[in-house]
């Protein structure tokens, strides 16, 4: 008596595998195997003789692959629940769930034991809710009825620089650079930069100080490295920064030269050298303590550097408001986005009561006027001054006191906002095939728009479509395909984007430029991923 049994393709992969049958013949349509009970594979059916021994190996077989079909199954359900469990965890900076962002790592599950381990892989050690992360991953997982034990690991792996090849070698493996300036001297900006870069250090963050100011340099006198001398590699004719207590440290001061008695331009061209022959290393904060002043020296160093973020340094009177306007009008004037503002020398506490000698206001006259998101006060504390002048930084030397706990804040609000604005600017134009179309949001703006990719690349103001000195417009019209398509896009610091064409041109197509071109405005809806 014959019966027949349904059997999926991956049974007959089974059976080919099974050494213990031998073979008579194959065809395309069927296996037949040398038994008195025959048995035959016909393309999804197979017939076995209910009174061999083949039955039974066969039947078995069927079970095992039904067997490992239910294993796999259920592995996947668990492997679901755990990421579904996880995904209630949402970032405050992206303002996406950390399943999404790419945070959760080397998922393992134990059924038998109950045990779920996975590595959670922020993008700087200096996270400020990594515990809160590990926390509520501990908790929402542990949530689950059929987890018995949660074993989270948190690690960091930040970010390159978006256009790390396009830098000079030193500052390849930067992650992010955040200027300090004031544009006006005796502020305490010295102080802001170097207490900001040993409380990034003391988050878990690899620091590195550049002292920018080559006719008085203050970081010599700030802190107390063991080798006060700059060292340069013969070999690769680079310069090794100094250290203390884990921060790298570049000044001119540092140089054995004192301090500097030169004209701009060489001035500009030591600062460069400093800053882009110094053998960084990976770095997730390299902070730049800004001369005073707009003019070449900061420019230099705007272009060369490719700054993340600003921090703005003022102290309460008028005149400090009139300079750092400045700064902040050249900030935005070279897309650098000043995240915060420090306000020095506010008040002070006696009998009692809060005293502001210098008046109020210029700090906060400084984020209404400019729509700088976050302020920051710093009491007239004479330990703050001498910690200056000690050479051991006030947060390292008084780490649970009220000055410490403002930079710990700004330390907070310098993480979140660069991890933020990279977000923004990593996002800000890209390429969607499926609707042909170039989708652009730039930062700081809830606008979207579409551009036809040959409109872009028949924009172009380079030196090849433009005769620079006729204006003349080299690249017409039909010299560009109405079906073409860019094959990578890559940010350019925070004002612009690098377009590379099947041609090979690279075109550097800036945001301003972008807004201004015709749009697609009957364009299909994209289609989700």
């Not at 049994?5 to 073979?23: I, M, Q």
């Not at 010295?190 to 080559?214: E, H, K, P, Q, W």
């Not at 504390?381 to 009220?402: F, H, K, M, N």
């Not at 103001?461 to 398509?485: C, F, H, M």
Request: a negative charge; one cysteine or more.
């Amino acid at each position: 008596m014959m019966r027949i049994v349904e059997a999926p393709t991956s049974v007959h992969l089974s059976f080919h595998a099974c050494k213990s049958l031998s073979t008579k013949g194959t065809s395309e349509s069927f296996v037949s195997f040398s038994t008195n009970n025959s048995v035959k594979l016909h393309k999804n059916h197979v017939r076995i003789s209910s009174s061999s021994s083949w039955s039974r190996a066969v039947s078995a077989n069927v079970v095992v692959v039904a067997a490992a079909s239910s294993v796999q199954a259920s592995t996947q359900t668990a492997d679901k629940d755990v990421l579904n469990a996880l995904s209630q965890i949402i970032d405050p900076d992206f303002q996406t769930d950390i399943v999404s962002c790419g945070f959760v790592k080397d998922l393992s599950i134990d059924e038998a034991s109950g045990e779920v381990s996975f590595r959670l892989e922020l993008t700087t050690p200096a996270c400020p809710i990594k515990d809160v992360f590990e926390q509520q991953a501990n908790e929402v997982v542990a949530a689950l009825p059929w987890v018995k034990k949660v074993n989270v690991t948190m690690s960091a792996q930040p970010a390159r620089p978006v256009y790390a090849d396009q830098l000079p070698m030193g500052l390849q493996k930067i992650s992010n650079i955040v200027a300090v300036s004031s544009c006006k001297g005796g502020v305490g900006k010295s102080t802001v930069a170097v207490n900001l870069a040993y409380t990034l250090a003391g988050m878990g963050a690899r620091v590195g100080i550049f002292d920018a100011d080559v006719y008085g340099p203050s970081l010599p006198t700030m802190v107390s490295p063991e080798n006060r001398i700059l060292e340069m590699n013969p070999e690769k004719q680079t310069i090794i920064p100094t250290e203390y207590l884990g921060v790298k440290l570049v000044s001119f001061g540092f140089a054995g030269k004192g301090r500097a008695i030169m004209r701009g331009p060489m001035v500009s061209g030591v600062i460069n050298q400093l800053l882009t022959t110094t053998e960084w290393g990976e770095l997730d904060y390299l902070i730049i303590d800004m001369p005073p002043g707009t003019g070449d020296i900061q420019l230099t160093l705007c272009q060369v550097a490719p700054l993340s973020a600003a921090v703005i340094v003022t102290t309460p009177q008028k005149l400090a408001f009139i300079d750092v306007a400045k700064g902040v009008r050249m900030f935005s004037k070279l897309k650098v986005p000043c995240i915060a503002v420090v306000e020095n020398m506010c008040h002070f506490d006696a009998d009692g009561k809060r005293f502001y000698p210098f008046g109020r206001g210029s700090g906060s006259q400084v984020v209404q006027q400019f729509g700088i998101p976050h302020l920051f006060d710093l009491p007239i504390r004479p330990t703050l001054s001498a910690s200056g002048d000690s050479g051991i930084p006030e947060v390292v030397s008084d780490p649970q006191g009220e000055v410490a706990d403002t930079f710990q804040n700004l330390g907070v609000c310098v993480v979140q906002q660069c991890a933020k604005i990279r977000q923004q600017v990593s996002t800000a134009v890209t390429y969607d095939a499926t609707i042909r179309a170039i989708m652009v949001k730039l930062p700081d703006s809830n606008e979207v728009f579409l551009l036809n990719p040959a409109t872009v690349r028949r924009n172009d103001r380079s030196a090849q479509s433009v005769d620079e000195w006729t204006g003349e417009q080299k690249l017409q019209y039909n010299d560009v395909p109405e079906d073409i398509e860019p094959e990578e896009i890559r940010p350019m610091g925070n004002y612009a984007v690098s377009i590379t064409w099947p041609d090979g041109f690279s075109q550097i197509a800036p945001y301003d430029q972008l807004q201004t071109m015709e749009r697609l405005v009957d364009a299909p809806e994209p289609i989700p991923a």
